[in-house]
């Protein structure tokens, strides 16, 4: 089986990579899963495509959730049997984080390879899938709407970006201090 990868001719000269992003583009062990980000604005087939991440911005700020666990995270999750890709992080970022898409644009996806005998549910690919990463512009508009069953929210906080990279690291998720680094420099942030 041939295993897709964002097309090359979707990376740019001089994109961002492992020098200036190195725990962003390391592969990461999520226990039951590896996953290799691949930076590009192109996604891979959308039938390989079992989750969304967006990372959102208020503003000048950025937004993040704190599971009950206290790790720091950033909205997603599976996507729904006939569900699109927009429709996925909309309610997504509803259920999380109490708020509205505004505009977005893909920066990316980490190429996941589970290491389940059988995919956690039973409509999204497995062994190999992708967790599609968008950049977007969102507004709080409530309290997160978790439904039954799902990951409880502890927190939604609004913060610069400086502060959401060390919450990030203060908890192990370099990879999403990264992200959220790589995040604001697409959107003209400077270099971070």
């Known amino acids: 089986m041939t295993v897709p990868h964002i097309e090359a001719d979707a990376q740019p000269p001089g994109a961002p990579g492992p020098s200036e992003y190195p725990d962003l583009f390391r592969t990461l062990d999520w226990k039951v899963v590896i996953a290799d980000f691949e930076f590009g604005d192109r996604l891979p087939p959308d039938d390989m ?19 009950e666990s206290g790790v720091w995270w950033v909205p997603g999750g599976t996507r729904e049997p006939g569900e699109s890709l927009d429709e996925t992080m909309r309610r997504e970022l509803l259920e ?38 968008a950049l977007g512009e969102v507004r709080v508009v409530g309290e997160p709407a978790v439904p039954p069953g799902g990951e409880l929210i ?39």
């Open 49 to 67: 495509i079992a989750n969304v991440n967006i990372v959102p911005r208020v503003g000048d700020d950025w937004l993040m959730i704190r599971f």
């Open 96 to 133: 999380e984080a109490g708020a509205e898409l505004l505009d977005m644009r893909y920066i990316g996806a980490w190429r996941c390879r589970s290491t389940q005998p059988a995919p956690h549910r039973p409509h999204v690919p497995h062994p190999i899938f992708f967790r599609a990463v």
């Open 154 to 192: 502890s927190e939604v906080a609004v913060v610069p970006l400086e502060e959401a990279v060390e919450r990030f690291r203060g908890t192990g998720r370099a990879d999403l201090a990264d992200l959220y680094r790589l995040a604001a420099r697409i959107s003209g942030d400077g270099a971070h």
